[in-house]
């Protein structure tokens, strides 16, 4: 009986870490998830509630090369000058996010692909590279950085 319940002491400990770490990566999956799904109403609103406020925050998107203004500044941006050209935005993460965490700070990257048509009936089709900078503050995971680029070849 001794050496069953040390058994089960040993595997629980040799598990736990990979059950944490599962757990983990899916919560990351879900943001993932819906920070997509929110960009693709074209409505940077909806994607409002994945941001840290930091004014000093920089973020680079395909264009313009950097917003080092914050969220704010992104937002504002891409409400005036992106989504007006557009009448629809498909942002389709691959299946290859990558989840790094070191306490309270992670780092996940991914590709995806953007099917876009613009106002004026242009297609636009292409794959994107993303990297995105997370700070769990309050209990919560905000972006407080990313970087989203497009190779050229």
Same mark, same amino acid.
């Given at each position: ?11 629980? +400990? ?6 944490? %770490? ?18 693709? !109403? ?29 969220? %704010? ?26 989840? !790094? ?9 991914? !590709?995806?692909?953007?099917? +876009?048509? %613009?106002?004026?009936? !242009? ?16 209990? %919560? ?13």
């Amino acid at each position: 009986m001794k050496r069953l319940l040390v058994v089960v002491l040993v595997l629980g +400990a040799l598990c736990l870490p990979a059950l944490a %770490q599962k757990k983990g990566g899916d919560d990351f999956n879900d943001l993932i998830k819906r920070y997509y799904t929110a960009w693709n !109403t074209l409505n940077p609103d909806n994607a409002s509630f994945l941001y840290a406020r930091d004014a000093d925050l920089v973020f680079f998107d395909i264009a313009p090369l950097k917003y080092s203004g914050g969220w %704010q500044e992104y937002r504002d941006n891409f409400k005036k000058n992106v989504a007006p050209g557009f009448s629809s935005l498909i942002l389709k993460p691959n299946n290859d996010v990558k989840i !790094t965490r070191r306490g309270n700070m992670a780092l996940t990257t991914l !590709t995806f692909h953007l099917s +876009a048509k %613009q106002k004026d009936g !242009t297609a636009m089709e292409f794959d994107c590279r993303h990297t995105i900078v997370w700070e769990k503050r309050g209990g %919560q995971w905000l972006i407080i950085h990313e970087h989203i680029s497009k190779p050229l070849f």
